[in-house]
């Protein structure tokens, strides 16, 4: 948008400058200003302009909309028990407009005889493991390892919503992921396409490991 600014800023100067020519000169000279000064200018707003309405996502054109129209959504809520906890995954929409903001989210919630249990995970007990389908690409989730603890109350879900992560540049990553990935980071949204989402709570009660996982999928066209 600064770019906008500052050129309509330039438009209103070179405007404020002619008129004031205007009064000391002909209108032979004026014209030849307006020609010449302001006419290059303004084609260079329009160009800006159309360029902002356009698609922030470049990678959009990699996808057939004939076959995204074709891949059937399986689930938006998966549920999971295990002993004495049950994980939870949901996405809010089976579709999801290009630009949109897509909503996750895991859960977890603890089902046994305690009043609480304290729980011990990374930075956070969820992971998020996303894959586009039609053009192969992993949207892998990075966690930091750091320890952290937190008491899940009987009956009592605690719930976290995905916010955008990836991992890219890693060595054996296919042609074109590399600008998926930056492109899915620098906008927001998702990219067209059809995704699907292996989620899971990973966490350890009294030494006991615990990795409970679920799947959901949708459709951003």
């Known amino acids: ?111 046994g005889e305690e009043d609480e249990v304290t729980i011990s995970h990374a930075e956070t007990p969820f992971r998020f493991s996303i894959k586009e389908e039609m053009r192969g690409y992993e949207i892998g989730y990075a966690v930091s390892e750091i320890g952290m603890s937190r008491s899940l109350t009987r009956e009592e879900p605690y719930q976290e919503k995905y916010e955008k992560n990836a991992v890219s540049g890693l060595a054996d990553s296919p042609e074109g992921h590399e600008a998926f990935v930056e492109a899915f980071l620098d906008h927001d949204g998702f990219p067209v396409g059809y995704y699907v989402v292996n989620g899971a709570a990973s966490f350890a009660v009294d030494g006991e490991r615990y990795e409970i996982e679920g799947e959901v999928d949708f459709k951003v066209e």
Do not use: W
Request: net charge negative.
């Open 1 to 111: 948008m600064f770019e906008y600014y500052l050129l309509f800023s330039l438009y209103e100067l070179f405007h404020g400058t002619i008129n004031t020519y205007n009064i000391k000169k002909s209108n032979l000279e004026v014209e030849c200003i307006r020609k010449y000064a302001l006419q290059p200018l303004t084609i260079l707003l329009i160009f800006l302009a159309g360029c902002g309405s356009s698609d922030p996502f470049d990678v959009n054109e990699s996808v057939d909309s004939s076959e995204l129209a074709d891949q059937e959504i399986t689930q938006t809520n998966d549920e999971t028990t295990q002993d004495d906890f049950i994980f939870r995954l949901s996405s809010e929409k089976e579709q999801y407009e290009s630009g949109e903001e897509v909503e996750l989210y895991g859960e977890i919630e603890y089902i």
